[in-house]
């Protein structure tokens, strides 16, 4: 819409003031984190089990999620038009929870990913910062990969690929306290 273009336009113009870098402050004023997309985030912990997340959605904002630990499938949920599905693993039954329920969240891993001018206000110390660490070949795409350290996050070494022509997130990697997560790169439609 035309009132998203001009807060993007605006975001980019406050980014722009802080960072020296006008290829992240258009990433930065224009992510959104809505489909249509597929990502796969796959999870390692300190004893080597491997949680997989994978999480397909479209312009909508309805979503498929379905986890795997070490290559089973542990969960599955559906978020479509409000309702949400939960598929029972024992025996393979869906349970759906109307939008007027209290469903169990399907947000994607993402969602609380968002750049905005508040963040950008904070005094510099407490403002996150950028390294770009270059361009790297990411899938089909060239990207741009950047570090990103965010004082107000616990996770560290967060790195984000970044397409150099869409100006789209295409990996983002970090470090917690949990383990190590990896996102694989993410797929457009």
């Given at each position: 819409t035309?009132?998203?273009?001009?807060?993007?336009?605006?975001?980019?113009?406050?980014?722009?003031?802080?960072?020296?870098?006008?290829?992240?402050?258009?990433?930065a004023?224009?992510?959104?984190?809505?489909g249509?997309?597929?990502?796969?985030f796959?999870?390692?912990?300190k004893?080597g089990?491997?949680?997989?997340?994978?999480?397909?959605?479209?312009?909508?904002?309805n979503?498929s999620?379905?986890?795997?630990?070490?290559?089973?499938?542990?969960?599955?949920?559906?978020?479509?038009?409000g309702?949400?599905y939960?598929?029972n693993?024992?025996?393979?039954?869906?349970?759906?929870y109307?939008?007027?329920?209290?469903?169990?969240p399907?947000?994607?891993p993402?969602s609380?990913l968002?750049f905005d001018?508040?963040?950008?206000?904070?005094?510099?110390?407490?403002?996150m910062?950028?390294n770009?660490?270059?361009?790297?070949?990411?899938?089909?795409?060239?990207?741009?990969?950047?570090?990103i350290?965010?004082?107000?996050?616990?996770s560290t070494d967060?790195?984000?690929?970044?397409?150099?022509?869409?100006f789209?997130?295409?990996?983002?990697?970090?470090?917690?306290?949990?383990?190590v997560?990896?996102?694989?790169?993410?797929?457009?439609?």
């Amino acid at each position: 819409t035309a009132s998203e273009k001009v807060a993007s336009k605006e975001a980019e113009t406050a980014c722009s003031k802080l960072y020296d870098d006008k290829d992240f402050c258009k990433f930065a004023s224009s992510y959104t984190g809505k489909g249509p997309y597929k990502v796969s985030f796959v999870t390692t912990d300190k004893t080597g089990k491997a949680t997989t997340l994978l999480m397909e959605i479209d312009a909508n904002n309805n979503s498929s999620t379905i986890t795997q630990i070490n290559g089973k499938e542990t969960a599955a949920f559906i978020s479509l038009n409000g309702d949400t599905y939960l598929k029972n693993e024992a025996d393979g039954s869906w349970l759906k929870y109307p939008k007027s329920t209290n469903a169990p969240p399907t947000e994607s891993p993402t969602s609380s990913l968002k750049f905005d001018t508040t963040d950008l206000a904070k005094p510099a110390d407490q403002r996150m910062s950028i390294n770009n660490l270059g361009k790297e070949s990411c899938g089909e795409a060239n990207c741009i990969k950047y570090q990103i350290n965010d004082p107000s996050q616990t996770s560290t070494d967060n790195i984000f690929w970044v397409g150099d022509k869409d100006f789209q997130m295409h990996k983002w990697s970090y470090k917690d306290a949990d383990g190590v997560t990896n996102v694989g790169e993410f797929t457009y439609s």
